[in-house]
């Protein structure tokens, strides 16, 4: 009879283990980067560009270097002094530290101040004198490539307009082919509006040089510590080893936490000249206006039909607002980041995509925001596509995603745009979808509730996300290929640390890892601690974005305890005196085949691997995994909501949504569904209530949380899960796909879809996120589409 150890109850694979992070977070006890106080630290503010486009003509500081408590007050001229005015960016771009030249959008860094603390910082900032001479601001991409359009990055040699990149994938003749034989095309134009992460906790440094070691420690709110530690030491040019990056507790990153931020170089810079401690907490306006914004991308398309609902062909442009440096993070073959997965989950025989990538006075954009490098934008665009055909068709909006999906026995499958897809069973997660919401019912309340002047709608949204990057023969950012890794150490007594690259900012990568390390050897989760974001400790890895830890560092997880097993059975062997050829593996314990009762626990080799070993066997039981992808996860999931629509006002309630999610063998369902949850939630926000724009002078409208708005449980509805697809990814060690940003990616086309279909019959074909109001009920008085993209009016 087996003696494996039950898995569920060791807090392994499957089990809704509850989040061992939170035991300190909901107690108050987490360390973030601004609980944390070191001996002599100083404190570092930055004085922002009230203006979005103007040459510099002057910067007096002489009445902040005056006020008592001020130690440093550093400008782009002193920066330029030690070639630090500017940096480089993660695409292959430069930005500005602090400005010399120009400023190129409101809020840009333009001088520091490092003080006794943060209100003297604060008020030297304010005492200093800068003379700008206001120049012509660009809010669009239309506007960046007009003719007589000022050139934005007059910095730069070799840039004589504001484009930065044209790019192009897929098959451009034999899209055209298709079209040319299409019963119907159908055609559709959105802009997808700028939206910010906003995580709780802003960005955040504390630089401290240590002369004596020459070592340099820098505590920071990074989402990917290993890369900022290459980046410092380029940019610094500080010997690598010589720098410590530690990633505290951090308070949600959703993408705002990966690229290299000003305020980071410049404490920097500040603990090395003046040999203390440098704290740098951002405000949440600064964080507002000035870090990493997502989207803001302007996309066409059209799709070549046969009458019978059969896509023959797609074709789609974007035009990306990139803001004044292009600096978020791309694997660098791809321009657009993975915008290409569009249409992945559908059978279509011919793609074409083109992407041009423009400047404007914007704080750099760009980020992917919960979100696989811009596939967010790509799903919204499919699924607001979806919907247009079916309506041009005339066909039922389920319908024409069924039959045009591809289909289970179809895998592996060449996307479109080229990526290989490997599993997924997407027609029943829509039935699954279907039932939940009582489709066929809804469908008849619709048109009984619309005689009585009622407006019902229902939306559908499916996504599936290439999540994982890399693997490393496609995917790296700055030529660092995108890989990561594990270090699991085994104590005598059994008990473990695991250790990786990623790094959590919520998402219970604390529970998890253990669980995975519960599964492979039976060691209960709870005697496994993980740790991450420390450079002097964790392996090597690219960092958490892009849903790519379990995909990545889950995996690497799995890898590394497969060799500590492996070691381990030569341990066993040893005890039981029998070869190894002879023992087998239950969960928890090795046995003899012959005889199951005589057995070691994996705790028993562990006491081995040190005090008992073999004869020329290496002692102790650490290893390290290094793990690249053969693949990228594909998760898939379908969304549908339905809701009302208000005639007299453009208000519109949600009155159900369901959520079929399958991300493959889920490690902890409780922590998934927490996970959905989320991104569902901000999938409403963003579609609903979230307006963050510009007026024609460059002024960020909405910078601030009386006017973007993040969701509360008040607003909130409530959303049904469900998880009975489960299709496990066939190459990732334990079938897991990610999840992570799922939600967020699909969720907002389903909204907007539902709204749409409650207008029917007003030819309204679109309305811009957010969906406010005013915007349905102008769309719906007047039957024309909404456009939301800025400028907009400064008193709107
Ligand atoms: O990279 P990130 O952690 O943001 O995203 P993820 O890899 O999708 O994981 C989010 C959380 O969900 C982590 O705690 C994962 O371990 C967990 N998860 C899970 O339990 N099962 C899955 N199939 C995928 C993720």
New binding site residues.
């Given amino acids: 009879m087996s003696q494996a150890v039950d898995e569920i109850k060791i807090g392994g694979i499957g089990a809704s283990r509850k989040r061992v992070e939170d035991n300190r977070f909901i107690r108050g006890k987490g360390n973030y980067t601004d609980d944390i106080v070191l001996p002599g630290m100083l404190h570092m503010e930055i004085l922002r560009s009230p203006l979005a486009h103007a040459r510099i003509k002057s910067i007096d500081a002489s009445k902040a270097w005056d006020i008592p408590g001020v130690h440093l007050v550093l400008t782009g001229e002193m920066m330029a002094t030690r070639n630090l005015a500017w940096m480089p960016t993660l695409s292959y771009d430069t930005q500005a530290v602090l400005a010399t030249d120009k400023v190129r959008f409101q809020g840009q860094e333009v001088a520091c101040v490092i003080a006794d603390d943060p209100y003297i910082a604060k008020d030297a900032c304010e005492a200093i004198v800068v003379d700008y001479e206001p120049l012509p601001v660009i809010v669009n991409p239309m506007q960046a490539v007009a003719a007589g359009a000022p050139v934005i990055r007059d910095d730069k040699e070799n840039q004589p307009d504001n484009v930065i990149y044209d790019w192009e994938v897929g098959d451009s003749a034999g899209t055209a082919h298709a079209f040319a034989a299409a019963d119907l095309v159908s055609k559709l134009e959105l802009h997808y509006p700028r939206s910010h992460p906003s995580p709780i906790e802003c960005c955040g440094s504390i630089a401290d040089f240590n002369r004596a070691t020459s070592k340099l420690t820098v505590y920071m709110t990074t989402q990917a510590p290993h890369i900022i530690r290459a980046a410092v030491a380029m940019v610094a040019e500080l010997p690598e080893h010589m720098i410590r990056i530690i990633s505290p507790d951090i308070g949600g990153g959703f993408g705002n936490k990966v690229p290299v931020y000003p305020g980071y170089v410049c404490s920097i810079l500040a603990s090395i000249l003046l040999e203390r401690p440098v704290k740098w907490i951002e405000d949440k306006s600064g964080n507002l206006i000035s870090t990493g914004f997502a989207r803001d991308v302007y996309l066409k398309g059209e799709m070549a039909l046969r009458r019978d609902g059969k896509i023959l062909a797609v074709r789609m442009h974007t035009d990306a607002d990139h803001g004044a440096f292009f600096s978020d993070a791309q694997p660098s073959k791809f321009k657009i980041g993975l915008m290409h997965s569009a249409f992945a989950a559908y059978d279509i025989p011919a793609a074409h995509l083109t992407a041009r990538g423009t400047y404007s006075n914007k704080a750099p954009g760009g980020v992917a925001y919960r979100c696989s490098f811009r596939v967010t934008e790509a799903m919204f665009f499919q699924e607001r596509m979806m919907q247009a055909a079916a309506d041009d068709l005339g066909m039922d909006q389920a319908e024409f995603r069924r039959m045009n999906f591809v289909p289970d026995d179809a895998f592996p499958h060449r996307t479109p745009f080229g990526f290989l897809t490997d599993s997924g069973q997407y027609a029943k997660c829509l039935d699954v979808g279907l039932k939940a919401i009582d489709y066929e019912n809804f469908r008849q309340q619709q048109e009984e509730a619309r005689s009585r002047g009622r407006l019902l709608g229902l939306g559908i949204s499916t996504m599936t996300e290439p ?1 994982g990057a890399g693997n490393s023969r496609e995917y790296d950012i700055l030529g660092i290929k995108m890989f990561d890794s594990a270090e699991l150490k085994v104590h005598m007594t059994g008990k473990a640390i695991v250790r990786t690259g ?1 790094r ?1 900012q919520g ?3 604390e ?2 890892w253990a669980q995975i390390v519960a599964h492979e050897l039976g060691i209960p989760a709870e005697d496994v601690v993980v740790e991450e974001g420390d450079t002097d400790t964790a392996p090597f890895g690219m960092g ?2 892009a ?5 990545v560092a ?1 995996a690497a997880v799995a890898m590394v305890a497969r060799k500590i097993r492996a070691k381990a059975r030569k341990l066993a062997a040893h005890l039981l005196e029998v070869s190894e050829e002879d023992i087998e593996w239950e969960l928890g314990r090795f046995y003899v085949r012959s005889a199951p009762d005589r057995g070691v626990t994996i705790q028993e080799c562990a006491i081995a691997a040190y005090a008992n070993m073999p004869d020329g066997m290496e002692p102790g039981l650490d290893a390290t995994a290094y793990y690249d992808p053969p693949n990228l996860t594909w998760p898939f999931a379908v969304y549908i909501v339905t809701v009302e629509v208000d005639p007299q006002t453009g208000v519109w309630d949600v009155l159900n949504m369901v959520a079929v999610d399958d ?6 369902p409780m ?2 569904e927490g ?1 959905i949850m989320g991104g569902l939630t901000e999938a409403y926000a963003m579609s609903n209530m979230q307006f963050i724009t510009f007026d024609a002078d460059g002024n960020c409208v909405g910078a601030n949380y009386m006017d973007y708005l993040l969701p509360t449980a008040w607003e909130t509805p409530g959303f049904e899960l469900h998880s009975e697809v489960v299709t496990p990814c066939p190459h990732h060690p334990i079938g ?5 940003e799922c939600a967020a990616v699909g969720g907002p086309a389903a909204f907007v879809n539902a709204v749409i279909d409650a207008l029917s019959g007003t030819g309204v074909r679109n309305i811009d996120m957010p969906l406010l109001p005013d915007r349905v009920w102008e769309a719906m008085t007047y039957r024309r589409d909404i456009s939301g993209a800025p400028p907009v009016r400064s008193d709107d």
Avoid at 663 to 668: A, H, K, L, P, Q
Avoid at 736 to 740: L, Q, S, V
Wanted: proline share 3%.
């Fill in positions: 999540l990623a959590t998402q219970g990568h529970t998890t958490t974005y849903s790519r830890s379990t995909p889950g991300c493959g063998v889920r490690i902890n922590i998934v996970q897991a796909k990610g999840i992570g």
